[in-house]
């Protein structure tokens, strides 16, 4: 009984002197329960369940910064030139029936940065805006007051006609190219003030989420679908 005891006191003490001796212990998991920022800041990679959003990819891929900072991207990375003449739609290669279509969507490959970035409850929530894709066209813009509402601005007259494929008259009887107009008129791609044009977030979709498996993943939801994304 005596050498029993001393057997179990000594394998105690070892115990303990192993634990002070490796204070970095893996008692299983990495700690991250999603109740703050730095917990969701990474590189994350996965796809949207049973939807695309983009044609031909399911890939959603989001990048969180320490300082709140992030963007979203939809399927492939994709290059898009940088706007430079305000008197044209963006993109410049897009026909009106094109850009009627596209205005609104989100575009394949496009870096959206993530606006009011939130966590509470475990759960991080964050606004993508489609409209961020003409936000550098946007921000060429004069601001036109409306016709028809004092104090009301866009980037161009609110309504038009098409004379002859290409050629446009505005609701202020001056010529306009068809794609400006269509991205000038409502909904609204521009939102504008007295003196300036940005993009507007009038369509803006909000991603609610929450870590699981230790944090090594994020699973959330976005315009009604299932998103499932890993760290990388």
């Not at 929450?210 to 699973?219: I, P, V």
Request: aromatic share 10%; proline share 5%.
């Amino acid at each position: 009984m005596r050498m029993t005891r001393g057997l179990v006191f000594v394998a105690a003490v070892a115990g303990l002197q192993a634990c002070a001796d490796n204070s970095a212990v893996d008692i299983g998991g990495n700690g991250l329960t999603g109740s703050s920022l730095t917990d969701y800041v990474d590189q994350w990679d996965g796809y949207t369940e049973a939807q695309q959003f983009v044609a031909g990819s399911d890939r959603f891929r989001f990048k969180l910064n320490g300082d709140g900072t992030g963007t979203v991207v939809l399927g492939e990375s994709q290059a898009y030139p940088p706007a430079t003449d305000p008197d044209v739609g963006y993109p410049t290669d897009e026909d009106l029936m094109t850009v009627a279509t596209k205005t609104g969507q989100y575009r394949a490959g496009f870096e959206y940065p993530v606006h009011d970035v939130i966590v509470e409850s475990k759960r991080i929530r964050f606004k993508i805006a489609p409209n961020d894709f003409y936000k550098g066209w946007c921000e060429l813009q004069m601001p036109v007051v409306s016709v028809d509402q004092a104090g009301v601005y866009s980037c161009g007259p609110n309504g038009f006609t098409q004379s002859t494929p290409g050629t446009c008259i505005g609701n202020d009887n001056k010529p306009i190219n068809c794609t400006k107009a269509m991205l000038c008129t409502g909904p609204f791609t521009c939102q504008c003030t007295a003196t300036s044009c940005t993009a507007s977030d009038n369509s803006a979709t909000i991603f609610d989420g929450a870590l699981y498996d230790n944090g090594t993943k994020l699973q959330g939801s976005f315009n009604s679908a299932t998103v499932r994304m890993e760290r990388k």
